[in-house]
T-cell receptor
C-alpha cells in the first residue's frame, strides 16, 4: 500500500529552527508537496520538490531524497504565526496525491 | 479576489437526509477535487474532475456523487447521509492535472446526527 509518515506533533521555540520530516512509500513518484494549514482553515501551498536537493523560499526550505523516500521541511526564525499543521503529499505514478496526516507544530514564546 | 468558494460553512444534518455542498471557482481551473479531512488521517479524495463534463472516483467515493456541468462549479451531493460522513469537506482546484499546486476552499464542517 501507499503510505506517508510524519510526526503527529512537534514543539519549538519562537526564533528557533525546526525540521519536520516526511517519509513515503508510494507507487511511483511525480513530486512532493508541503502545505500549511492553520487551525480551522484551508491548506495553503508552501513548496514543491521533484528533484533531489534543497529548495529555499525565504524562511522555509524543503529537501528531497528520492532514493531514501524522504523529505523535510525546515522552518527558520520561527514566529508565533508559524503555529499550524504541515501536510506532506506525494504524487504517485498515476498523478494521484497521497497525503500524510500532518504534523501539528506548536510554537512557544 | 474570490478564488474558490464553498457553501455552507457548516451544517448539521439528520441521518438519512440529502444535502449538496457547493463549490465555485473563478480561476478558470480545469481540475477540481473534493476531499474529506478527519482527525488523525490525511486528506482523502472523494471525487475529482479533470475537466468540465468529466468526473472520476477517488479513494472514498461511496455515498457521494458529483457533477461538473461547467468549468466553475463542482457540487458534492450526499444522497442519504450517515454519521460516518461527519467530517470537514474541502473543495480544491488546480490549473491542470500534472504537478500544479492545489488551491483549497475554506471548507464545510458537516455533522450528521
Amino acid at each position: 500500500g501507499q503510505n506517508i509518515d510524519q510526526p503527529t506533533e512537534m514543539t519549538a521555540t519562537e526564533g528557533a529552527i525546526v525540521q519536520i520530516n516526511c517519509t513515503y512509500q508510494t507507487s511511483g513518484f511525480n513530486g512532493l508537496f508541503w502545505y500549511q494549514q492553520h487551525a480551522g482553515e484551508a491548506p495553503t501551498f508552501l513548496s514543491y520538490n521533484v528533484l533531489d536537493g534543497l529548495e529555499e523560499k525565504g524562511r522555509f526550505s524543503s529537501f528531497l531524497s528520492r532514493s531514501k523516500g524522504y523529505s523535510y521541511l525546515l522552518l527558520k526564525e520561527l514566529q508565533m504565526k508559524d503555529s499550524a499543521s504541515y501536510l506532506c503529499a506525494v504524487r504517485d505514478s498515476n498523478y494521484q496525491l497521497i497525503w500524510g496526516a500532518g504534523t501539528k507544530l506548536i510554537i512557544k514564546p | 479576489t474570490a478564488g474558490i468558494t464553498q457553501a455552507p460553512t457548516s451544517q448539521i444534518l439528520a441521518a438519512g437526509r440529502s444535502m449538496t455542498l457547493r463549490c465555485t471557482q473563478d480561476m478558470r481551473h480545469n481540475a477540481m477535487y473534493w476531499y474529506r479531512q478527519d482527525l488523525g488521517l490525511g486528506l482523502r479524495l472523494i471525487h475529482y474532475s479533470n475537466t468540465a463534463g468529466t468526473t472520476g472516483k477517488g479513494e472514498v467515493p461511496d455515498g457521494y456523487s458529483v457533477s461538473r456541468a461547467n468549468t466553475d462549479d463542482f457540487p458534492l451531493t450526499l444522497a442519504s447521509a450517515v454519521p460516518s460522513q461527519t467530517s470537514v469537506y474541502f473543495c480544491a482546484s488546480s490549473l491542470g492535472t500534472g504537478n500544479e499546486k492545489l488551491f483549497f476552499g475554506s471548507g464545510t464542517q458537516l455533522s450528521v446526527l
